[in-house]
């Protein structure tokens, strides 16, 4: 393909003011003509500019991905544990630990597999072929071959196959979702613009790349081809992204070397006490340090991992998100903004008319969402259109004066779809609502005539032959706009069955209450009408007729009232995020008024005044004076795809983890670059979808707080499987301390193998177990972790080592000291050989178990009572504590265990004692808990009363 050198950024200047020229001086900009482009200068500009298509960037090779997964820095540490484990003697070890990385390694690349694909997804978005005027004729052409300066025609159904200037349409919309995610089709013009204040979505006279044409046609001149479209920009910035690790795979990476360093340093203080302190031979003494450094390589830790976020995304998937990548469930956890759209995420998506307002009063619209399924009420009676003439009159006129139709649920969709303007669907969904049979309406009163929308007028006449006829007339024009420009045309009204003079006063109470409706980000539509049948001045022949002739001398009927309500879980969803403190920010395509309306209604902005920031204000700012409106209560409306990337890239900048939503081609490059994406499943493209991290199939923002939720959850339970692994680490360090500081007087209380039997068998399966803890209570009433907050805090290794690894240590050294003077006396000599030395060990190793039986209890939960948890909740844990008393059993009464892990058979009263270990460390720790959790309840009185 021929490279788009320098020589493509020429139309991408030109196209920039294209909309502020005339028609004329467009061909002329352009170098082309009405009669099209010759078939020589279109071949010509295609070498010059190269084809129309999405230009895919090579990426990352395959097996480059594939050695990553095995060359982390945990990963490495394992290698290394398992060369050790060779070199101790015990090459089954060294095998087990390898055979956890080729697993894990596996397991991450056929995740990671799953790449982006969000460019194709974008090819598959433009059409294949187009039509065109070249050489004076209508061509078509492949879309692929289109170039600046060719006359492009498109009508109803096409998808736009390049950005483009109109120079001629008759009722030409198009619907823009994919580039600004706001479902209403735009209505288009080819008059200049002289408002230098738009943004480049609002130009009228532009149409883009990747968009369709709802209804009309059009001729166009081509302004920009390939990547210097607006369809091609997002290409652009969606594959110009470096993939970056997550929060949790860069904290995973500093655990390792924290360990790393832990397990080396001791490693070293035990060879140099075993050389020198205690003279062992050299080549003994390095054994067991490199025993010590592989207890301290927690093994279990990928899988863990991995186990809690696979566990994790089963659980979000029956909360209706979908998690594309296992890391992305942690980054949920830690995220401190929410950049939210607003249609279809905070909203339903399906306009609902909710008010009517009559000269007699005002009228409530009951029900949600395009179904039929509501009512209508007065002074909360219930009304239909037998028992209100004008209710009757408005509903149906709005029904007649609408293009669009609703679909019932069938096995394909299973909600009402909409086929035209959801504006206008949703009036008929009203007159239903007023038991008004539309269906039978439409036969009845079949349309004769249509005067189309234009901007310029700003509403739309019909007119119908009625069945029935309106004040002796059976031929009547119905007319539904804009309030101000509607009434203006009204001369008279309807009230209680009667016509009378529209007044002054009834002028501005309609606009009165306009206005009340548009503060409150509500649409509002006029409704008026006007017999045709004896009216002379009128010409014989309809096709005659105009807007000029037809709307004047209307009679005012009413305003329907209409607005895409937020979703019924929204609002407490949002509440849920402020007591997280999460912070939601809506960027929205929408207009401001609207977004503010929405915004203060679920409660995302809380003052009177939060600032709006338009899409037009926003290229203007500075980074600067952007970080400063976000530190600050802020609404993004009437945004570009690159403007919300740019925020996102800003917050990022500032510290905050940020989550995106979005559904639209538009929102692909902000998901992607969001540390965490969150697309649409049922509204989204699939081009939003390759891009996201997660899917959410019920588009519900409530479903991102119980994603957040389990992502914290996991964060916990990495930390609670570090506290459990680091208990037993203090417990095994402390009997080779004792061996160390007393000069071999005291033997070895535990052996290498057997701290291997726990690190790498009885620890494996409760430590699994921990990983698929469900959230905590409470969770969501604590603050995101801090930006680049550690796994391993003081915290976590004071609680570790000091306080469940010091119990648990005591608890073994009294084992070993008891089995040693049950057999030769209180403070009689210690075994250093033989039977009573085995026992000695033995019974060290079982009260190590036996007391992690009690702490994988007490690791469970951080503040909450085990008991109220649920003693028996996590299976996973109960089964692993079975399978630790089922090992420990046979490495004690097993024959051939005990030469390989110096073990032997204990006494009835040696499992007495052990049986009491985790009753007694149990019995501590919520002792413990139950002081955090007064002195938590008491801090929150204490705050409530001086908040009140």
């Known amino acids: 393909m021929p490279?788009?050198?320098?020589?493509?950024?020429?139309?991408?200047?030109?196209?920039?003011?294209?909309?502020?020229?005339?028609?004329?001086?467009?061909?002329?900009?352009?170098?082309?003509?009405?009669?099209?482009?010759?078939?020589?200068?279109?071949?010509?500009?295609?070498?010059?500019?190269?084809?129309?298509?999405i230009e895919t960037k090579e990426g990352e090779p395959m097996w480059v991905k594939f050695l990553k997964n095995f060359i982390s820095t945990m990963a490495i540490l394992l290698w290394i544990g398992g060369a050790v484990a060779f070199f101790s003697g015990t090459p089954e070890l060294g095998i087990a630990i390898w055979l956890v990385n080729v697993i894990n390694g596996l397991f991450s690349f056929f995740q990671e597999s799953k790449a982006s694909k969000a460019t194709d997804a974008l090819k598959k978005m433009l059409p294949t072929y187009a039509r065109v005027i070249r050489d004076g004729t209508e061509q078509q052409v492949n879309a692929v071959d289109l170039v600046p300066g060719d006359v492009m025609l498109v009508e109803e159904g096409d998808k736009i196959s390049a950005d483009a200037r109109l120079l001629e349409m008759t009722d030409l919309q198009v619907n823009q979702?994919?580039?600004?995610?706001?479902?209403?089709?735009?209505?288009?013009?080819?008059?200049?613009?002289?408002?230098?204040?738009?943004?480049?979505?609002?130009?009228?006279?532009?149409?883009?790349?990747?968009?369709?044409?709802?209804?009309?046609?059009?001729?166009?001149?081509?302004?920009?081809?390939?990547?210097?479209?607006?369809?091609?920009?997002?290409?652009?910035?969606?594959?110009?992204?470096?993939?970056?690790?997550?929060?949790?795979?860069?904290?995973?990476?500093?655990?390792?070397?924290?360990?790393?360093?832990?397990?080396?340093?001791?490693?070293?203080?035990?060879?140099?006490?075993?050389?020198?302190?205690?003279?062992?031979?050299?080549?003994?003494?390095?054994?067991?340090s490199l025993g010590m450094i592989v207890a301290f390589i927690p093994e279990g830790l990928l899988p863990t991992v991995t186990l809690s976020l696979a566990m994790a995304v089963q659980r979000m998937a029956k909360e209706h998100a979908l998690m594309k990548s296992l890391n992305s469930v942690e980054t949920l956890g830690s995220t401190s903004v929410i950049c939210s759209d607003k249609t279809g995420t905070l909203t339903q998506n399906e306009m609902t008319v909710n008010h009517v307002w009559l000269p007699e009063g005002e009228f409530i619209v009951h029900g949600q969402g395009y179904s039929p399924d509501g009512s209508v009420t007065k002074d909360d009676q219930t009304v239909t259109f037998r028992d209100n003439k004008e209710l009757e009159l408005t509903l149906s006129a709005a029904?007649?004066?609408?293009?669009?139709?609703?679909?019932?649920?069938?096995?394909?969709?299973?909600?009402?779809?909409v086929l035209g303007d959801p504006t206008e669907a949703c009036l008929g969904v009203a007159a239903e609502k007023a038991k008004i049979d539309i269906k039978q309406l439409l036969q009845d009163n079949p349309r004769l005539r249509e005067l189309p929308f234009d901007s310029n007028r700003k509403r739309m006449t019909v007119i119908n032959n009625l069945k029935t006829a309106i004040d002796g007339n059976k031929r009547v024009a119905f007319v539904k706009g804009a309030p101000k420009e509607t009434s203006e045309l009204c001369t008279t009204t309807r009230e209680n069955g009667k016509i009378r003079p529209l007044t002054d006063e009834d002028r501005k109470n309609i606009m009165a209450a306009n206005d009340q409706y548009a503060r409150s980000g509500l649409r509002v539509l006029a409704v008026a009408y006007r017999p045709l049948d004896h009216n002379d001045s009128l010409p014989k022949s309809m096709t005659k007729y105009t807007p000029e002739l037809i709307e004047?001398?209307?009679?005012?009927?009413?305003?329907?009232?209409?607005?895409?309500?937020?979703?019924?879980?929204?609002?407490?969803?949002?509440?849920?995020?402020?007591?997280?403190?999460?912070?939601?920010i809506m960027i929205t395509g929408d207009?401001?008024?609207?977004?503010?309306?929405?915004?203060?209604?679920?409660?995302?902005?809380?003052?009177?005044?939060?600032r709006v920031v338009t899409g037009f204000e926003l290229g203007k700012m500075s980074d600067d004076d952007l970080k400063k409106a976000l530190s600050d209560e802020v609404i993004f409306a009437r945004v570009a795809p690159e403007q919300k990337y740019r925020v996102v890239t800003n917050l990022q900048e500032m510290g905050k983890v940020v989550a995106v939503t979005g559904d639209g081609v538009n929102d692909a490059p902000a998901l992607k670059k969001a540390d965490i994406g969150v697309a649409m499943g049922i509204t989204g493209t699939d081009v939003a979808k390759e891009a996201a991290d997660m899917i959410l199939t019920d588009d519900n923002f409530a479903s991102i707080v119980h994603a957040v939720e389990e992502g914290r959850a996991v964060f916990d339970n990495i930390r609670k499987f570090l506290v459990y692994i680091f208990n037993s680490n203090m417990s095994e360090g402390v009997p080779s301390a004792f061996f160390l500081f007393s000069k071999g007087l005291i033997a070895l209380p535990l052996t290498v193998m057997?701290?291997?039997?726990?690190?790498?068998?009885?620890?494996?399966?409760?430590?699994?177990?921990?990983?698929?803890?469900?959230?905590?209570?409470?969770?969501?009433?604590?603050?995101?972790?801090?930006?680049?907050?550690?796994?391993?805090?003081?915290?976590?290794?004071?609680?570790?080592?000091?306080?469940?690894?010091?119990l648990e240590a005591i608890l073994a050294m009294v084992g070993y000291f008891y089995a040693n003077w049950n057999h030769t006396g209180f403070m009689g000599p210690l075994a250093s050989s033989g039977l009573i030395y085995r026992q000695a060990t033995t019974m060290t190793l079982g009260a190590i178990i036996f007391t992690q039986i009690g702490n994988a209890m007490n690791c469970r939960t951080n503040k909450q009572s085990i008991f109220k948890a649920g003693l028996f909740k996590n299976k996973l844990v109960n089964i692993g504590i079975v399978f630790e008393i089922c090992l420990f059993a046979v490495l004690s009464y097993a024959p051939f265990m005990h030469g390989l892990f110096n073990t032997a058979p204990l006494a009835p009263t040696d499992w007495i004692y052990l049986v009491c270990c985790p009753f007694i460390v149990v019995a501590i720790e919520e002792t413990r808990k139950a002081w955090l959790r007064h002195r938590d309840a008491k801090r929150g009185n204490i705050e409530g009363e001086q908040a009140a």
């Open 591 to 610: 207009y401001g008024l609207t977004a503010e309306s929405i915004a203060k209604r679920i409660g995302i902005v809380k003052g009177d005044n939060p």
């Open 177 to 288: 979702s994919a580039l600004t995610g706001e479902s209403n089709p735009v209505r288009k013009s080819p008059d200049q613009i002289v408002d230098h204040d738009l943004s480049r979505f609002e130009l009228k006279n532009m149409i883009f790349a990747g968009t369709t044409v709802s209804s009309g046609n059009g001729k166009a001149v081509v302004s920009a081809i390939a990547m210097d479209t607006e369809f091609g920009k997002i290409a652009n910035l969606t594959q110009g992204m470096k993939e970056e690790k997550s929060p949790l795979e860069k904290e995973l990476d500093k655990l390792t070397q924290q360990i790393s360093f832990i397990a080396v340093t001791i490693g070293v203080i035990f060879f140099i006490g075993a050389a020198f302190f205690v003279r062992q031979p050299l080549a003994a003494a390095f054994i067991f």
């Open 399 to 417: 029904t007649l004066c609408s293009n669009a139709r609703i679909l019932p649920p069938d096995d394909e969709h299973p909600r009402y779809t």
């Open 3 to 53: 490279e788009q050198s320098s020589a493509s950024t020429e139309p991408k200047a030109k196209q920039d003011d294209l909309a502020f020229l005339t028609p004329g001086e467009v061909f002329d900009r352009l170098d082309s003509k009405p009669q099209g482009l010759t078939s020589d200068q279109a071949s010509q500009r295609q070498e010059q500019y190269g084809k129309n298509q």
């Open 754 to 806: 057997q701290i291997l039997s726990i690190d790498l068998g009885t620890d494996m399966l409760p430590a699994l177990g921990l990983g698929t803890e469900e959230p905590e209570e409470g969770i969501m009433h604590r603050p995101p972790r801090k930006h680049g907050e550690s796994l391993l805090t003081k915290g976590i290794v004071v609680k570790a080592f000091f306080w469940y690894g010091l």
């Open 552 to 584: 004047q001398d209307m009679v005012f009927l009413g305003l329907v009232v209409m607005a895409d309500p937020p979703r019924v879980e929204v609002a407490a969803a949002v509440e849920k995020c402020n007591e997280a403190n999460i912070r939601i």
